[in-house]
């Protein structure tokens, strides 16, 4: 249910861009607003549509995922083992953009699963800002 971002701190990147570098700085943002409470953001940024579905098909709506964010206020208990479980699963984003839509795709880097998509991130262009309107996460086997 997290975004697909680093763990960097929040991007000082422009998010408000019409490119690549803006959805990428914008999933970042949404990565460490689920990891620490930061509701505020996840509201205006999850479209009320919203959809995210797990590796085994279950899907979360927009309020699991503000309900979810919320119990990680106050605590560093989920982006500890966010980092630790990007250590072990090294990937890199990819954009696609058309017109006003944005695919973000994160494909495995480490040497057992070159080249598989963990996971996808929809984002649509509105008023002037990336809003998360889908998101797929798949399990990727090892080798």
């Known amino acids: ?8 701190a929040p991007s000082t990147m422009d998010e408000t861009t019409h490119d690549a570098a803006a959805v990428i700085a914008t999933d970042d943002h949404w990565l460490q607003a689920e990891v620490s409470g930061d509701t505020a953001y996840l509201a205006q940024l999850l479209l009320p549509s ?21 119990k990680n206020r106050g605590s560093d208990q989920a982006r500890r083992q966010v980092e630790a479980w990007r250590k072990t699963h090294p990937s890199h ?30 984002f649509v262009y509105v008023d002037g800002h990336w809003r ?10 090892t080798k």
């Open 93 to 122: 984003p990819s954009v696609v953009i058309q017109g006003d839509t944005a695919v973000l795709s994160f494909q495995a880097g480490d040497a057992a699963t070159p080249g598989v998509v963990r996971s996808s991130d929809i």
């Open 50 to 70: 919203y959809r995210s579905v797990s590796p085994d098909g279950s899907v979360h709506p927009r309020a699991a995922i503000l309900a979810h964010a919320a």
């Open 1 to 8: 249910m997290f975004g697909s971002g680093t763990m960097a």
């Open 132 to 141: 998360a309107l889908y998101s797929q996460h798949s399990a990727v086997p």
